[in-house]
């Protein structure tokens, strides 16, 4: 069996189309089953009203819907979490990852690899500043962190049962599923696709959920961050000792040594530089306290995989 998980926020105007396109897709596909897992991230439209219309003449239709909104990364991590079958591909709801590229993971699985990544060559429908920022982030990624990741990213991608196990044993909260996939190892290879335009609805990605990826991407797998604090520290200690020297040696020599003005821009910067820096460390503290908490990741309100599981054991 196929488990296909499919994010979902507020899709309602997408669901059945894409429901239509994923049937086509996997009749297509002979030797395999499939079991589509919509996770429902707590929407606030009637997507849940249209996945129960779909799931009642089609059973292999799940649904999953969290008691609140917890976000895509949440939502995928549940699909992956019940999953039943001996590959996992995820997919997003919007229509903009085109279900026809399931058949080139699939074909990159039975060749041995354990992670298959879906590479976008076009983005249709995003501005210039969307599509740089998202280069810029991975590009970032790459250099700043020890998991390496295709420059233009990934959405889509099919990761193998072993490599679920793996990625099921992590308790981690605050962190990039992608960079924690590619972080586990595993044979991994990638296809192409050309990113679609939305089909309807807006973009659940706001700046300061992108703002939300990097610090937890950043902070979960590099250690650039406060080696560049330890850098900096050395760098201004070693400035301030020059500059002292400097001033005995012109006090000595009877020039006069300048006062407001220089003393305010070094203490203006310092002060604005050990803010900035004390806000960093802020950010692990806050995310070792989070993680020492223990709360769930997710609530779940429904899951119809246990319900069925229940069903079949009674």
């Not at 991608?157 to 072993?162: G, K, P, R, Y």
């Not at 335009?197 to 902070?219: C, E, H, M, P, Y």
């Not at 995310?287 to 995989?305: A, C, G, H």
């Amino acid at each position: 069996m196929i488990s296909i998980i499919l994010p979902s926020y507020n899709e309602k105007e997408n669901l059945v189309k894409l429901y239509k396109r994923l049937s086509t897709v996997t009749q297509q596909i002979p030797g395999h089953k499939f079991e589509f897992i919509f996770v429902d991230d707590c929407s606030i439209d009637d997507t849940l009203v249209t996945l129960r219309e779909i799931a009642d003449y089609d059973d292999r239709l799940q649904i999953i819907r969290f008691a609140r909104n917890y976000g895509s990364h949440a939502a995928v991590t549940a699909g992956l979490k019940y999953c039943r079958g001996n590959a996992a591909i995820v997919l997003a709801a919007d229509l903009q990852d085109p279900p026809e590229i399931i058949p080139k993971l699939l074909q990159q699985w039975q060749k041995g690899f354990k992670v298959v990544w879906g590479v976008r060559k076009k983005r249709e429908g995003e501005s210039f500043f969307t599509r740089f920022s998202s280069r810029l982030f991975y590009f970032l990624m790459n250099h700043l962190t020890d998991v390496s990741q295709p420059p233009s990213g990934a959405d889509v991608f099919l990761i193998d049962v072993s490599v679920i196990r793996v990625f099921n044993e992590s308790s981690e909260k605050n962190t990039s599923i992608f960079m924690l996939i590619a972080w586990l190892g595993f044979s991994q290879t990638y296809v192409c696709y050309e990113k679609e335009a939305r089909n309807a609805g807006i973009s659940k990605w706001t700046t300061s959920k992108r703002v939300k990826l990097l610090l937890d991407s950043l902070i979960s797998f590099s250690y650039v961050p406060l080696r560049f604090m330890s850098f900096m520290g050395i760098l201004f200690a070693l400035s301030g000792g020059l500059y002292a020297i400097i001033v005995f040696i012109n006090a000595l020599r009877g020039v006069p040594v300048e006062g407001w003005s220089s003393l305010m821009v070094v203490v203006l910067f310092l002060g604005g530089f050990q803010m900035t820096m004390m806000g960093m460390l802020g950010e692990y503290i806050w995310r070792t306290y989070d993680e020492s908490r223990s709360r769930p990741r997710y609530t779940i309100e429904q899951n119809t995989l246990i319900e069925d599981d229940t069903a079949q054991n009674d």
